[in-house]
Antibody
Framework: QVQLQESGPGLVKPSQTLSLTCTVS??????????WSWIRQHPGKDLEWIGY???????YYNPSLKSRVTISVDTSKNQLALTLRSVTAADTAVYYC????????????WGQGTLVTVSS | DIQMTQSPSSLPASVGDRVTISCRAS??????LNWYQHKPGKAPKLLIY???SLQSGVPSRFSGSGSGTDFTLTISSLQPEDFATYYC??????????FGPGTKVEIK
């Protein structure tokens, strides 16, 4: 059973860069058939898909965030990373890393999430 | 974007009740619809994929139905561990996944 664990700073100042890491255990991030995604949930609001990356390195981003976001993988560490630039209070959310099943397009494994607050 | 709506937003229920949650898409998504259960502080859990397929390990009291724009998640006999928030998610447009706003199943 694959497990995902997000980590990173819980507080980021406005205009700075949010950087999170997701460590994958119980399975290889290089496995074909999956993609690795970040999803966030603003306090009391909907889940918002941020983007995903295939093990090959191909990426797809939510158009609303595309200009500020980068998702990458470090196969040597079996980790997924999220970088979100020029953050504002609107980026305050719980951030989840997930595994998506290619061809079925559902998210079958999720981390527990990490709360990131943007505040000075 | 494909907009997803859910009703009701809150659902008071008792153990043993049959619970039905609705999800509607702003355009036809065939059966590209998934359901998740989320409890506070825990990882969301996939329950149903492709509108009606039960994810491995999920109890059979959960079922899904629907196609096109209208979908339903049913819990046949609510158990104490089922009090949670439920989300639908469309996977028709894979370059922009979207979720419903959630339905919170609460103790009546």
């Amino acid at each position: 059973q694959v497990q995902l664990q997000e980590s990173g700073p819980g507080l980021v100042k406005p205009s700075q860069t949010l950087s999170l890491t997701c460590t994958v255990s119980g399975g290889s991030i290089s496995s074909g058939g999956y993609y690795w995604s970040w999803i966030r949930q603003h306090p009391g609001k909907d889940l918002e898909w941020i983007g995903y990356i295939y093990y090959s390195g191909s990426t797809y981003y939510n158009p609303s965030l595309k200009s500020r976001v980068t998702i990458s993988v470090d196969t040597s560490k079996n980790q997924l990373a999220l970088t979100l630039r020029s953050v504002t209070a609107a980026d305050t959310a719980v951030y989840y890393c997930t595994r998506g099943v290619r061809s079925m397009d559902y998210f079958d494994s999720w981390g527990q999430g990490t709360l990131v607050t943007v505040s000075s | 974007d494909i907009q997803m709506t859910q009703s009701p937003s809150s659902l008071p229920a008792s153990v043993g009740d049959r619970v039905t949650i609705s999800c509607r898409a702003s355009q036809s998504i065939s059966t590209y619809l998934n359901w998740y259960q989320h409890k506070p502080g825990k990882a969301p859990k996939l329950l149903i994929y492709s509108a009606s397929s039960l994810q491995s390990g999920v109890p059979s009291r959960f079922s899904g139905s629907g196609s096109g724009t209208d979908f339903t998640l049913t819990i046949s006999s609510l158990q104490p561990e089922d009090f949670a928030t439920y989300y639908c998610q469309q996977s028709y447009r894979t370059i922009l996944f979207t979720f419903g706003p959630g339905t919170k199943v609460e103790i009546k």
